[in-house]
């Protein structure tokens, strides 16, 4: 599950991790009552107004705006929030904002020069280890830094019984370059950062920049953080922070539903049980010369209703010019599967106009066909072969 930047940065602060401090906003008039609220918390004399989407970019693509005064934090809040925010992460017509964070400024000038950094919490799937990721290079593209200079790209891989040594939570502050207070700071932030992420079960914190202040303390000044789904069970109040405005409407519905969908950019619509064979049809749709719309395992005990609501949620998918159904009954009974496209038919009426590639082979695929066929004005094409299947699909895209 993704969180938007300021319930990342409450999570980090929950586990000791400094964070550019903030009050989120959703209207102009909060916005100014949020900056002056923190100015006497913190003491801030310019805030930063920032649009809360789950993307990045944000800065580049207007979304992060310094203010100097009350006045500006209202007119820059006044622009940001109901904005259409296009950043290269964003899909190409943009996200809306709904809300913005009134940020403390914290690259006021001291003593020393301010000095961004990048780091980064995540698996490394090829070894089984957590990482921490981290660069000198802060604040910029990190996917460019690590195509023209990944030498300035460091990495430590930490052992997970062990956990973070203290001499590693060193070596990150030594290759960043600090000494004096400014170490120690970042190794007390290295350390808080990697005991929150087991603790919050997340699968990424990517925090870019984390600043050095002019003060040499080391903050986190943005917060990408995602939690694993599967803890979520063990976190009530994280699964409390889900916005689902930032969220796919038909993958929303389709949860709900208990359905595994995932939306996806191609014509092929595809009703499937089980993930591995769901898989293996969107190879067979690639291969057929289409391309999937969607991911979509209904589960092992897909009975009439549960495919059903599957077809709706994949018509609701504009793009989809045909859809191929590939059940292996095993535990799931195909006539039940048949019963649910003829269902379909019948209560969804003239809502169905795509054609339906039917396989349903394995248990009760006999009486799965004897009803197909047994029933009027169903737009079926039935398949026994898995490669047959495919070549009806190619059939039905190239009319
Ligand atoms: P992103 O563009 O979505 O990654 O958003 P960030 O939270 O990283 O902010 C973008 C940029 O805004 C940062 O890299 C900083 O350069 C700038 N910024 C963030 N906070 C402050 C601040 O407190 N003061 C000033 N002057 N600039 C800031
Ligand atoms: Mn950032």
Known sequence: MNLH???GKE????????TQRGIVADSAEKAVEAAKLLSEQTGTKFWVVKAQIHAGGRGKGGGVKLAKSLEEVKEKASNIIGM?????????QGKKVNQVLIAEDVYYPGASETSEFYMSVLLNRATGKNMIMYSTEGGMDIESVAA???????TEEIDSMLGLMPFQARKVAFNLGLSGNAFKEMVKFVTALYTAYIKADASLFEINPVLKTSDDMILAVDAKVVIDDNALFRHPDY?????IREENPIEVEAKAAGLNYVNLDGNVGCMVNGAGLAMSTMDLIKQAGGEPANFLDVGGTADAERVEKA???ILKDEKVECILVNIFGGIVRCDRVAQGVVDAYKNMGDAIKVPIILRLEGTNSKEAKELIEQ???LNVIPATEFQEAADKVQQVLKK
């Open 5 to 7: 930047e300021f319930q």
């Open 311 to 313: 077809f709706r949620i």
């Open 148 to 154: 023209h200079t990944p030498h300035l790209i460091f």
């Open 11 to 18: 999570i980090l602060s929950s586990f000791g991790v400094r």
């Open 239 to 243: 699964l409390a922070m889900r916005d």
């Open 375 to 377: 029933t009027q004005g």
């Open 84 to 92: 259409m925010l296009i950043t290269p992460q964003t899909p190409p």
